[in-house]
Every structure is written in structure tokens, then in C-alpha cells.
């Protein structure tokens, strides 16, 4: 049954140790208890939601796929053209000037938040997950600004980044005058400024995930470490971080998929211009802006759907032997 | 979990209390506390800047005390940028988006994990696969797709398509939600004793009822925590209606934010004031509702 599953999704078949359910006789006919008015039932309360999902969701990834190879305008269906490679050999030659750029700050941010935020994110779970006094007003504290809409910090994060009107500049005593720096709006700094509001955000979300990926390490583990003679940090790198092998992942694979997400934070503060362009907001720009390239728009969507696509799957699978096993 | 032995061991006995506080832990205390206070910098800087009347930061400067404080800020940015009207676009999108996302994938979860049948594997892989997409991938096509469908009767949509459309906003969040959801709740209803589903059979009771009255109701812890993640993402949702809506005066008011930006919010002090006013429905969830959005972030990831 796993078999037949992955091939339905074209992936490639689970370790066949894992085929639970591919033993013979290990299927449960529950059909069979059915009557054929609970097998309809059945296939609407399925068959409605998969038509909405699959509708949606599918039916436009693949319509991005197929139009990413064609010329089109968005004006009468007949106008659409194949024009095989072209739009991607545009992209990758360089006829579009902001698509290395995007590329280069995707993958910053993808830098930035693997190699700092999500560290940082880890760190702080460790620290709150031993027994100190007030560790939920300090974990509520981080993870306030999860809630918030990137929209709502992006404003936020104006306030202290402005140049006439900022903390920052205030502070400096340069707000007003020449020397006041715009962070927003700087284009060789405004990424990591940017950067820096996002990890405030994206710090308190790893680290609520990995607390309650702590919580279920078995504490008998860390005490043998401790009797052992292992110091903290020992332990948690030695004993702790292989055991939380699982919500590692899944950390990884949150932080991963939040970077290609990007969008909200650089559109509310320039609409993702001037040092500040992502994938995400190239792609949008080909929709709503004043000439609409749906074939265009559509090649960069396969590009980021690519480069996703990776810890997708790798989610996927995992996830799913974990249900199995 | 108590103090580890290497650090008692260590501990000098600071005050003559019941318990002794050993300096490591007065290290870390101070630089939680330190850590926490820079973490909340940024808002509380917000909640001040929004006290403050324009005339007197432009007079005193934004880094300053004195002056006046009071709520104007709060009044006009509430009148004036019409936050009104858009809290009330949002609440027509996001209650039966909840709703519906909650019942729809509750049913696909429950065929998924109480019946075992060909496809149910291949099915959650795929809504779990949707549901992390990129927003992006899907908009250039969606987009047409919402201009070309015709028809829709009146009180749905009043011109006839999704685009521009409560409903067309409402339909996609449930699309993308019903992956995570169908996911968490499919996980936890596997853990419900398959018992309970022959009993009811043996009752008589048809596979609609066998849902509605025994599993559901066993469901409601994940349904709690799930009607409070999806509450707050799609209230802070922000692209799909910039893309699908039109008509500013529809907006829901995250991404009426766009708009509201240099045409009402000035300056610092309205942008404060009128940050806060949005922020307040997710700030309440935080405060209110914290232990149901943690456990619904966590139970799709620490499962396994």
C-alpha cells in the first residue's frame, strides 16, 4: 500500500522494511463493514475538501509549470504561446536585471536564518527549559513577536529604523540631519536591517518548537550525562541534540520554507525595491504590475518552487515514516 | 529537573534563605532578563511613541520624557484611517474561514485515520505538500483563474467571480489551511482506539454519525488549538488579499495596511498608535489564548 502511495505522488518508494501495511493480510477490510451509503458518505466528506485543496492549490502549481513555457498577457486564452525555454534562458541570462539580485537575497536570508536565527532560536529553548524562576515570562517574552503579522513589524521596526523619526537616529543624535542613516531605505544595508526585524520573529518560533521538542527528551538521559561528568554544554551537544534528531529537522525544514516565504516584511516597507528584492515580490510584480507577464511571472514561480520543493519532500518523508513507524 | 550536581557543588551560599542561589543562575537570570527586555524593546518603544502627541516629539524629539501623554493618537488613527471597517472585512473572512477550514479537514482526517483504503497515505502527503508551498507559486494562475470563473449567485459574490470577493479570500485560506489542519488532526485522531468506531457500527450508528457524535467531540483539545493558530495566520495574512482584492474599502485590515501607510499614518506616533490598534486581536490571542496557539505550533512538528 505505502508502494502504490508513493507512486501515485511520483516520489521515490519507502525503504521497504517501513511496508507495514504492504504485508499481506496486515490490510483491514473495513469496507467491508460499510454499507454503501456510508462508502458515499464517505466520499463526499473526502471527496469535497480534496476537490478544494487539489482545485486550488495543485491545479494552479501545475498551471505555473505549463505556463512558464509560453508568452502570454493575461488577455484571451488564445493568445497563449509556447515559447519553450525562452523565459528561463531570459532569466538566468541576465535580461531581467533583478533576478540575481533576488536569488543572492533569498539565499542571504536563508543564510541568516539558518546559521543565526535558528541557532540563536535553539539556544534560547535549552536555557527555558530548565527549571528557573520565571521562565514563562521570559519565554512569552521571545515569543510575543510571533503573533504579530510581518506587516504589523515591519511598521513596528519603522519606528526605530527611520531616519528623520527612529530610535536609532535619535539616539545617535543624527536624526534630521545629513549623517542619518535610512535604514530602510540604503540599499547596501536595508537586507540586513531588514534581516534583523525578521530574526526577532523568526528566533521566538524555533524557539517554541524546540521547547516542546525538549520537554519530551527523557530526563534520566541528561542526568546519566551529568553522573558521567559531562558539563551543559556536553551534554546537550553530545546526548540532547541527537536524541531531538527528528524536531531538528523539522526546524530546519520550518526555517528553510520561511525564507522562500519571505514577502510581507519587504513589501510593507518598499515594496520590495531598492536592495530589498526577493523571489517572492519579482513573482508578484509580474502580476499586478503594468505589464502583467504570466509567462514570466510563472518561470520565476517554478524556480522558487524548485528550490522548495527539496525540503518538501524531505518533510514529507519524514513525517510519514514517522507515522509508520 | 533540579540544579545540576557540578553547579551545587560550585554554588556559594549568597543569602541565608531557604533556597541558595548559586551565581551561575544569578548570571542567567540576569541575562534573561536583559535578553527579554531587548525582545520587548521594540513594542514597548511603540507603546510609548504612541502616547505621545506629534507636536511634542517634534518639539522635544522622539528619545525624550515630558510633554503630554494621552490616547489621541489611538483616536485618530481609529477614525481616521477607518480601522473600523477593515476589522470588520477581516472578521467576515476569517471567522468561516476558520470554521470551514476546522469542519472540512476534520471529515478528511477522520476517513483518512479510521478507515484504512488505497489512497489515504497518498492523500495527506499530498494536502501536507500544499500546505508549504510558497504562497507565490500558485498566485499567477490563481489569479486568473479568479478572474475567469463566472456565475457565482449574489449573495456570494456580487460580480458573479471570485476575484474581489470575500468569499474568493475566504476559499484559498481554507485550500492552503486544510493541509496543516487535515494533518495535526489526522495525527491525533489515529490515537483515538479504533474500538470506538465498532462499537458504533455495532450501535447502528452510519459513518456521518460516528463522526459527528464520537469523534469529533473526543477532538477537542486539537480543534481548540487549531481554531487559534488558524485564527491568528490568516487574520495576519497579508498577500492574498493584496493580489485578489481590489476594492480598497473590502480589504481585511492587515493588508489594508499597504494602503493606510503614507495616506493616514504620517507619522511615528500614528504609525504606533495605529500598529498597536491592529496588532491588539493577536496581542489578546497572546495573552488569552497562549497555551492553545503553542500547542497547536508544536503538535504539527513534535509528533514523531
Known amino acids: 500500500m505505502t508502494a502504490s502511495a508513493n507512486r501515485g505522488l511520483g516520489e521515490p518508494a519507502a525503504p521497504s522494511g517501513r511496508r507495514r501495511f504492504g504485508a499481506p493480510g496486515a490490510v483491514r477490510r473495513r469496507f467491508s463493514l460499510l454499507t454503501r451509503r456510508d462508502k458515499l458518505i464517505l466520499g463526499l466528506m ?37 515559447i519553450g525555454l525562452k523565459n528561463y534562458t531570459d532569466l538566468f541570462g541576465g535580461i531581467y536585471p533583478p533576478f540575481w539580485p533576488a536569488i543572492q537575497h533569498n539565499l542571504i536570508w536563508l543564510g541568516v536564518f539558518l546559521g543565526i536565527a535558528t541557532p540563536i532560536g535553539i539556544f534560547f529553548a535549552v536555557l527555558l527549559d530548565k527549571e528557573i524562576r520565571g521562565t514563562r515570562v521570559y519565554q512569552s517574552a521571545l515569543y510575543l513577536p510571533v503573533v504579530l503579522s510581518l506587516a504589523i513589524i515591519g511598521f513596528i521596526w519603522q519606528l526605530i529604523y527611520s531616519p528623520d523619526e527612529g530610535l536609532i537616529n535619535n539616539l545617535l543624535g543624527t536624526a534630521g540631519t545629513a549623517e542619518a542613516v535610512d535604514w530602510f531605505g540604503n540599499r547596501s544595508i536595508n537586507l540586513w536591517a531588514v534581516l534583523v526585524a525578521a530574526t526577532w520573529r523568526h528566533v521566538g518560533y524555533i524557539m517554541v518548537l524546540y521547547l516542546a521538542g525538549l520537554k519530551s527528551v527523557d530526563p534520566s538521559l541528561k542526568e546519566a550525562a551529568a553522573i558521567d561528568g559531562a558539563g551543559e554544554v556536553q551534554t546537550f551537544f553530545r546526548v540532547v541534540f541527537p536524541v531531538l534528531r527528528p524536531i531538528n529537522l523539522v526546524v530546519v525544514v520550518i526555517t ?13 516597507i518598499n515594496r520590495g525595491l531598492n536592495g530589498l528584492e526577493l523571489l517572492s515580490v519579482l513573482i508578484t510584480n509580474n502580476i499586478i504590475g503594468e505589464a502583467s507577464r504570466i509567462g514570466f511571472g510563472s518561470a520565476l514561480a517554478m524556480i522558487l518552487l524548485v528550490i522548495s520543493v527539496g525540503p518538501i519532500i524531505y518533510y514529507l518523508t519524514r513525517s510519514i515514516r514517522a507515522e509508520q513507524a | 529537573m533540579t540544579v545540576e550536581p557540578h553547579a551545587t557543588a560550585l554554588a556559594a551560599p549568597l543569602t541565608a534563605r531557604r533556597r541558595r542561589t548559586p551565581p551561575q543562575r544569578i548570571l542567567l537570570q540576569g541575562f534573561l532578563v536583559a535578553t527579554s ?82 489512497f489515504n497515505l497518498a492523500l495527506l502527503m499530498l494536502f501536507t505538500a500544499g500546505n508549504l508551498l510558497p504562497q507565490q507559486v500558485v498566485i499567477t494562475p490563481l489569479y486568473r483563474i479568479y478572474l475567469l470563473v463566472l456565475g457565482i449567485p449574489e449573495p456570494l459574490s456580487d460580480n458573479g467571480r471570485l476575484y474581489d470577493q470575500y468569499l474568493g479570500i475566504m476559499i484559498i485560506h481554507i485550500a492552503f489551511q486544510l493541509g496543516f489542519c487535515t494533518f495535526v488532526l489526522s495525527n491525533y485522531m489515529k490515537t483515538i482506539p479504533r474500538e470506538l468506531n465498532e462499537a458504533a457500527v455495532v450501535d447502528g450508528a452510519g459513518v456521518f454519525r460516528t463522526y459527528r457524535e464520537i469523534i469529533l467531540p473526543l477532538c477537542r483539545p486539537p480543534l481548540a488549538a487549531l481554531a487559534t493558530l488558524q485564527f491568528t495566520w490568516i487574520y495576519n495574512d497579508f498577500f492574498w488579499a493584496l493580489i485578489l482584492m481590489r476594492t480598497g474599502d473590502k480589504l481585511p485590515i492587515t ?32 495573552f488569552v489564548l497562549q497555551k492553545q496557539f503553542i500547542r497547536g505550533l508544536t503538535l504539527g512538528s513534535t509528533k514523531g
Do not use: C
Open chain 1, 46 to 82: 473526502v471527496g469535497i475538501p480534496t476537490f478544494i485543496h487539489v482545485f486550488f492549490i495543485w491545479v494552479p502549481t501545475i498551471a505555473s509549470g505549463i505556463l512558464s513555457f509560453t508568452s502570454w498577457n493575461g488577455i484571451g486564452l488564445d493568445r497563449i504561446q509556447f
Open chain 1, 256 to 268: 528553510v520554507i520561511e525564507s522562500l516565504r519571505a514577502f510581507d516584511l519587504v513589501f510593507i
Open chain 2, 37 to 118: 527586555l531587548i525582545w520587548l524593546s521594540p513594542i514597548l518603544w511603540a507603546i510609548y511613541t504612541s502616547l505621545r502627541p506629534y507636536a511634542d516629539t517634534a518639539r522635544l524629539g522622539y528619545v525624550s520624557i515630558g510633554g503630554t501623554y494621552n490616547l489621541d493618537n489611538f483616536v485618530n488613527s481609529w477614525n481616521g484611517a477607518e480601522l473600523p471597517k477593515y476589522f470588520i472585512n477581516t472578521l467576515i473572512i476569517v471567522v468561516p474561514a476558520v470554521v470551514l477550514t476546522l469542519f472540512l479537514a476534520s471529515m478528511v482526517a477522520f476517513a483518512v485515520s479510521r478507515y484504512s483504503w488505497r
Open chain 2, 255 to 286: 493588508s489594508a495596511l499597504n494602503n493606510l501607510k503614507g495616506q493616514f499614518f504620517i507619522d511615528n506616533n500614528l504609525i504606533a498608535a495605529g500598529s498597536i490598534l491592529v496588532a491588539l486581536p493577536t496581542l489578546i490571542v497572546f
